[in-house]
């Protein structure tokens, strides 16, 4: 089954600080990627960083990392040095290979907190 | 350069009437996906076109909803008759390419059914 598992509802961080929130996914397919988004309480969805199941190192866009562990079926996003503004719902998702279909977590609620 | 494009951002109707979202995906890309984001189900895969054909609608809920893409620079949901139960946030997005591409989302269309 292709899924994807975001344990955390909910994380509250302090403001600079960095913080990671977990992912985990199942698929069989040897190829697929995986995304993290953003959704503010504005509503939009805010794509921020990809990593592909062949890429050797691990992706990064600015404050934003995300490790990879394929061992373990692990995409975490690493938000270093936290800013109000990264308050929002994040989604882990994943496309896996041959398919367009984005399959998408539950969501972690991010709070940070001055 | 302009993102996805949908209208209305916020549609409110009563039970039974035709209700129609819009989107204009970002020019250039060839794939074009409609998602549905609930509290109960989260974000799922409605329909998504290739080359303004549809490729895969079994994420359809059933024969109320219908979508159309006439050109590479506009597409349709349509929900006819609609129900309290199609509530929801409604995105559109889009890809240049087929495989795990990023999907870039449009802000998205909030659909209250009285």
């Known amino acids: 089954a292709q899924k994807i598992t975001q344990t955390q509802p909910g994380m509250f961080v302090q403001e600079k600080e960095a913080v990671t929130l977990d992912c985990t996914y199942d698929t069989s397919d040897p190829s697929y990627g995986l995304f993290w988004y953003k959704q503010p309480s504005s509503g939009e969805m805010i794509f921020l960083i990809y990593?592909?199941?062949?890429?050797?190192q691990n992706a990064t866009e600015g404050r934003y990392s995300l490790n990879f562990q394929k061992a373990r079926k692990s995409a975490n996003l690493v938000i270093s040095a936290s800013q109000l503004g990264d308050s929002a719902m994040y989604f882990c998702a994943m496309i896996p290979g041959g398919y367009n279909k984005l399959i998408f977590g539950a969501g972690t609620r991010l709070a940070v907190h001055p | 350069d302009a993102g996805v494009i949908q209208s209305p951002r916020h549609e409110v109707t009563e039970m039974g009437q035709e209700v129609t979202l819009r989107c204009k995906p970002i020019s250039g890309h060839d794939y074009l996906f409609w998602y549905r984001q609930t509290m109960m189900r989260g974000l799922e895969l409605l329909i998504y076109?290739?080359?303004?054909?549809?490729?895969?609608d079994s994420g359809m809920p059933e024969d109320r909803f219908s979508a159309k893409m006439p050109n590479a620079s506009f597409s349709t949901l349509k929900i006819q008759p609609s129900e309290p139960r199609d509530s929801a946030v409604y995105f559109c997005?889009?890809?240049?390419?087929?495989?795990?591409?990023?999907?870039?989302f449009g802000p998205g269309t909030r659909l209250t059914v009285l």
């Open positions: 990593q592909g199941s062949y890429d050797q």
């Open positions: 997005a889009s890809s240049p390419f087929r495989g795990p591409d990023t999907q870039y």
């Open positions: 076109f290739n080359n303004n054909v549809p490729i895969d």
